[in-house]
């Protein structure tokens, strides 16, 4: 048996998984996530460690690029699958490690070319069927898509070449496609390699399809952009559905919404732990979650939320590692438009956003029981009050390009997971959200 057979089978057994979700896909991702834990399969956070990539949401022609360019950087053999629809998940999981095992031809050989020809997804359920015809790598030559980089690995370039202008180095590329750095003066006066990065769309723990583009200086950002999210977007907001029913007049009740919000924050929550290096609470976050989209009982929530409350909360690790950033005062906050935990949250850095997420969760979780009508402009839904023409993550996405200039690299990943907008409701909101 050849070696890439052998690989293939050992990888079958229990794949590595890429997980990309795109806009309209947070209910997919969610079963993903933990069908992924119930199955005991590691989950990759780059493409170079993965076997299979999952692909959590509706199909749309302005993100293939950016996932084409992640499928190209995964290393052969490996296969890609796609979940339109969380009762999609199981039956694409299924087909994707049968495609994974399926030995090569007599030569052993067979997989590992099948696999770089095969770049069609298995789509589950109705959804099923093949890429359009003609959608190939050279109708990108020369672009560099913003499939995402990670605060230790930057693996993307600026797209069609935005941001390249004055580095004097004629659109050179260097190794992993990483445009060449031009010099600049950074605040102390001192010249540093100036390098254009985009940081999304499909990070690990970051907001799905939102694509910030920041100029760094070391590792300091001196500029950031936000790209304009594509409004009218397919579905509508997982997190907000509460709220939207309420809006449109269908009774919603209270307690139902307090789970809603309580997930909500879990989330948010478990994508910063995550973040900051904390996975053991990132899952506990996570399984909290779960089990309140399940529809656990506040009785069996409620212990647990307070002691995982109480662990984040007072962790002076975790303080310590986030004070003092992305400060923003609850008057600023309020003048750009912002409502939600981000106004309420006394101190206006990550630790005061991310406490007040805990707060709010024990709050709600004592929610779930209680009856009556939500009034959707009584009550906030997760991210703040809930406006169809202008979504509460908008405010809270123009806010990130300010926010972020003059920090680190990784102190910006930890300043946008603390605001945790959500693209979900940017691309429902009728009018486009403007760069920043």
Same mark, same amino acid.
């Given at each position: 048996?050849?070696?890439?057979?052998?690989?293939?089978?050992?990888?079958?057994?229990?794949?590595?998984?890429?997980?990309?979700? !795109?806009?309209?896909? !947070?209910?997919?991702?969610?079963?993903?996530?933990?069908?992924?834990?119930?199955?005991?399969?590691?989950?990759?956070? !780059?493409?170079?460690?993965?076997?299979?990539?999952?692909? @959590?949401? %509706?199909?749309?022609?302005?993100?293939?690029?950016?996932?084409?360019?992640?499928?190209?950087?995964?290393?052969?053999?490996?296969?890609?699958?796609?979940?339109?629809?969380?009762?999609?998940?199981?039956?694409?999981?299924? $087909?994707?490690?049968?495609?994974?095992?399926?030995?090569?031809? #007599?030569?052993?050989?067979?997989?590992?070319?099948?696999?770089?020809?095969?770049?069609?997804? *298995? =789509?589950?359920?109705?959804?099923?069927?093949?890429?359009? $015809?003609?959608?190939?790598?050279?109708?990108?030559?020369?672009?560099?898509?913003?499939?995402?980089?990670?605060?230790?690995?930057?693996?993307?370039?600026?797209?069609?070449?935005?941001?390249?202008?004055?580095?004097?180095?004629?659109?050179?590329?260097?190794?992993?496609?990483?445009?060449? @750095?031009?010099?600049?003066?950074?605040?102390?006066?001192?010249?540093?390699?100036?390098?254009?990065?985009?940081?999304?769309? /499909?990070?690990?723990?970051?907001?799905?399809?939102?694509?910030?583009?920041?100029?760094?200086?070391? +590792?300091?950002?001196?500029?950031? +952009?936000?790209?304009?999210?594509?409004?009218?977007?397919?579905?509508?907001? /997982?997190?907000?559905? %509460?709220?939207?029913?309420?809006?449109?007049?269908? %009774?919603?009740? *209270?307690?139902?919404?307090?789970?809603?919000?309580?997930?909500?924050?879990?989330?948010?929550?478990?994508?910063?732990?995550?973040?900051?290096?904390?996975?053991?609470?990132?899952?506990?976050?996570?399984?909290?979650?779960?089990?309140?989209?399940?529809?656990?009982?506040?009785?069996?929530?409620?212990?647990?939320? =307070?002691? /995982?409350?109480?662990?984040?909360?007072?962790?002076?690790?975790?303080?310590? &590692?986030?004070?003092?950033?992305?400060?923003?005062?609850?008057?600023?906050?309020?003048?750009?438009?912002?409502?939600?935990?981000?106004?309420? @949250?006394?101190?206006?850095?990550?630790?005061?956003?991310?406490?007040?997420?805990?707060?709010?969760?024990?709050? $709600?979780?004592?929610?779930?029981?209680?009856?009556?009508?939500? +009034?959707?402009?009584?009550?906030?839904?997760?991210?703040?009050?809930?406006?169809?023409?202008?979504? #509460?993550?908008?405010?809270?996405?123009? &806010?990130?390009?300010?926010?972020?200039?003059?920090?680190?690299?990784? $102190?910006?990943?930890?300043?946008?997971?603390?605001?945790?907008?959500? #693209?979900?409701?940017?691309?429902?909101?009728? %009018?486009?959200? @403007?760069?920043?």
């Amino acid at each position: 048996m050849g070696l890439s057979a052998v690989l293939t089978r050992a990888a079958a057994r229990r794949p590595r998984v890429l997980l990309v979700t !795109t806009p309209g896909g !947070t209910a997919a991702r969610l079963v993903a996530e933990r069908e992924l834990r119930s199955r005991d399969w590691p989950s990759a956070s !780059t493409p170079a460690g993965a076997d299979l990539m999952l692909v @959590a949401g %509706p199909d749309c022609a302005r993100w293939d690029p950016a996932l084409e360019r992640l499928w190209r950087d995964m290393p052969r053999p490996c296969v890609r699958v796609r979940a339109v629809t969380a009762d999609d998940v199981a039956s694409v999981l299924d $087909a994707g490690r049968t495609r994974l095992g399926v030995p090569g031809g #007599p030569d052993g050989e067979g997989v590992r070319a099948r696999r770089e020809e095969d770049t069609d997804d *298995v =789509e589950g359920g109705e959804h099923a069927r093949h890429r359009e $015809a003609g959608r190939q790598d050279d109708a990108h030559e020369g672009e560099h898509d913003e499939s995402g980089v990670s605060d230790h690995e930057d693996s993307d370039a600026d797209h069609g070449g935005h941001g390249h202008d004055g580095h004097g180095h004629g659109g050179m590329e260097m190794p992993g496609g990483l445009p060449m @750095a031009g010099p600049g003066e950074d605040r102390d006066g001192l010249t540093l390699d100036r390098l254009h990065v985009p940081l999304g769309p /499909f990070l690990a723990d970051w907001p799905a399809g939102l694509t910030l583009r920041v100029v760094l200086q070391g +590792d300091v950002v001196q500029r950031a +952009d936000l790209d304009e999210p594509a409004a009218g977007g397919p579905g509508d907001p /997982f997190w907000s559905r %509460p709220w939207i029913r309420a809006a449109a007049g269908e %009774p919603v009740g *209270v307690g139902e919404a307090a789970r809603r919000r309580a997930a909500a924050h879990l989330d948010s929550l478990g994508r910063l732990l995550s973040v900051a290096g904390w996975p053991a609470e990132a899952v506990t976050a996570r399984r909290l979650r779960d089990d309140l989209l399940d529809g656990a009982p506040s009785s069996s929530v409620l212990p647990r939320v =307070e002691r /995982f409350a109480r662990r984040v909360g007072r962790s002076r690790t975790l303080y310590w &590692l986030t004070r003092g950033l992305g400060l923003l005062s609850a008057a600023d906050a309020r003048a750009a438009g912002v409502t939600g935990p981000a106004v309420r @949250a006394a101190g206006g850095d990550v630790p005061a956003r991310y406490r007040q997420w805990l707060t709010e969760v024990v709050d $709600a979780v004592r929610q779930l029981e209680a009856t009556g009508l939500l +009034d959707p402009d009584a009550r906030e839904s997760p991210r703040g009050r809930w406006d169809a023409e202008r979504p #509460p993550s908008a405010a809270l996405a123009l &806010l990130l390009p300010r926010l972020l200039v003059g920090a680190e690299l990784g $102190a910006a990943r930890l300043v946008v997971a603390s605001l945790d907008p959500d #693209p979900d409701e940017l691309a429902a909101g009728r %009018p486009a959200v @403007a760069r920043g």
